[in-house]
């Protein structure tokens, strides 16, 4: 049983669409990152949100952290082939634990 | 952020050979782990290698299967030892410098076993 739940799994989009990805769990978590990994590459980390109900942008991407630190979403805004890739969560209960990463949710933008 | 390079790439290996991957971060980290990716799938950690100490193992990972050297704060080694093909995977390597546990991953190892 994942720790954490990403939603949903597989997602294949036109240029141009929005979509969300959501990260969910029942545990409270001190930080989460967000990660994006291309095929043949490690994964990169996109952001990292400590605070309840933070929000960060990047650029056509906006992060959210839930009010009570238990889950966390993921939103692009007309969405390009580039953002193609798998979309990785990832929690830590503490500072200096581990990371807890979620399922995972593999995005395919076709042009 | 930290700059990690891993060795080799790719291999494709023989059912009950052993491989030696390596990993080189370019500042010195205390934390180094290393993850299995299996096709398709999310990262599962393997174990935590510091230096100075026996890596510590999650469950499911034994160390006469996946050996860890950590000889210095720059470089780690991990071996996968009497493949099976169940051993195809990706292998990971990340550190760990940020201050909320951001970590920092290489390129990993896509390891073929016939």
């Known amino acids: ?111 | 952020s930290a700059v990690i390079s891993q060795k080799p790439s790719r291999d494709i290996c023989q059912r009950g050979t052993s491989l030696t991957i390596q990993c080189q971060v370019d500042s010195q980290v205390t934390m180094m782990f290393w993850y299995r990716q299996q096709p398709g799938q999310s990262l599962t950690l393997i174990a935590t290698a510091n230096q100075g100490s026996e890596a510590t193992y999650e469950s499911g990972f034994v160390i006469d299967k996946f050996p860890i050297s950590r000889p210095n704060l720059t470089f780690s080694t991990l071996t996968v030892s009497n493949m099976s093909p169940e051993d195809s995977s990706i292998y990971l390597c990340s550190v760990y410098p940020g201050p909320y546990n951001e970590q920092f991953f290489g390129p990993g190892t896509r390891l073929t076993v016939l």
């Open chain 1, 1 to 111: 049983t994942q720790l954490l739940e990403q939603s949903p799994q597989f997602l294949s989009i036109q240029e141009g669409e929005n979509l969300t990805v959501y990260c969910n769990s029942s545990s409270v978590f001190s930080s989460l990152q967000w990660y994006r990994q291309e095929p043949g590459e490690g994964p990169v980390l996109l952001v990292t949100v400590v605070t309840g109900g933070e929000v960060k942008k990047l650029k056509r991407l906006t992060f959210q952290f839930g009010d009570a630190r238990k889950d966390s979403s993921l939103h692009i805004t007309a969405a390009q082939p580039g953002d193609t890739g798998l979309y990785l969560c990832a929690g830590a209960r503490n500072a200096g634990n581990m990371l807890t990463f979620g399922g995972g949710t593999r995005l395919m933008v076709k042009p």
